[in-house]
């Protein structure tokens, strides 16, 4: 699974989007971020599925590995202070 | 709506809580049904569990049902509340204990 395709994916379809993508190391799970101001005012839910929604039948078999992570511009700037 | 999903919309809306999960509490048979059971336990509500993997019709329905791609799913009140990432997330910030604190057994066991 090309990471930059699936960041291509989800900055095409959510405006303003910031998207990260890792690969845990050793197994086949994945963790991606997104930060767009497009989700604010949704429920997690909601921006969730926006990801889903640009992720389309792309990640069909795979879609269980994937940790989702959403933000919105301000609570990932909050999110980054802590760090 | 078709049956399937009538029968999906009976079971959501049966209970107060309701898990769709891969295997049963007992014994999860996936990391991440497994690991919303344990937040589920932590917060101390009771809920009714849904094996999909005993039923194909129910475990590809409840994913057209709320629109979500992944099992496990939490319902609240007929809800669609999310799934494993979306729980965790509501577990850390307290939000998950806030929302079934009021489903809690009386003698809050």
């Known amino acids: 699974m090309d990471n930059q395709l699936l960041i291509g994916l989800v900055e095409q379809s959510i405006p303003q989007s910031d998207v990260d993508?890792?690969?845990?190391?050793?197994?086949?799970?994945?963790?991606?971020?997104?930060?767009?101001?497009?989700?604010?005012g949704k429920t997690?839910?909601?921006?969730?599925q926006m990801v889903y929604q640009a992720l389309g039948n792309h990640m069909q078999s795979r879609i269980h590995a994937l940790a989702l992570k959403t933000y919105t511009p301000e609570q990932w700037?909050?999110?980054?202070n802590k760090e | 709506m078709d049956s399937e999903q009538k029968n999906i919309d009976k079971l959501v809306h049966e209970h107060d809580v309701v898990l769709f999960m891969k295997g049963t509490p007992q014994f999860p048979q996936c990391g991440f049904s497994q690991r919303v059971v344990g937040l589920l336990q932590e917060a101390g509500a009771p809920y009714a569990a849904v094996n999909v993997l005993l039923d194909d019709a129910i475990r590809e329905g409840v994913k057209a049902y709320a629109?979500?791609?992944?099992?496990?799913?939490l319902y609240v009140k007929g809800e669609?509340?999310?799934?494993?990432?979306?729980?965790?997330e509501m577990h850390e910030s307290g939000e998950l204990n806030t929302l079934l604190t009021p489903f809690r057994s009386k003698d809050g066991n």
Do not use: Y
């Not at chain 1, 845990?24 to 997104?34: A, K, L």
């Not at chain 1, 997690?44 to 969730?48: E, G, I, L, N, P």
């Not at chain 1, 700037?77 to 980054?80: G, I, V």
């Open chain 1, 21 to 40: 993508v890792r690969l845990f190391s050793g197994d086949d799970h994945f963790e991606m971020r997104v930060v767009s101001p497009a989700f604010i």
């Open chain 1, 44 to 48: 997690k839910v909601a921006q969730h």
């Open chain 1, 77 to 80: 700037q909050q999110t980054e």
């Open chain 2, 67 to 73: 629109n979500w791609p992944t099992i496990p799913q």
């Open chain 2, 80 to 88: 669609f509340i999310g799934g494993c990432d979306i729980i965790s």
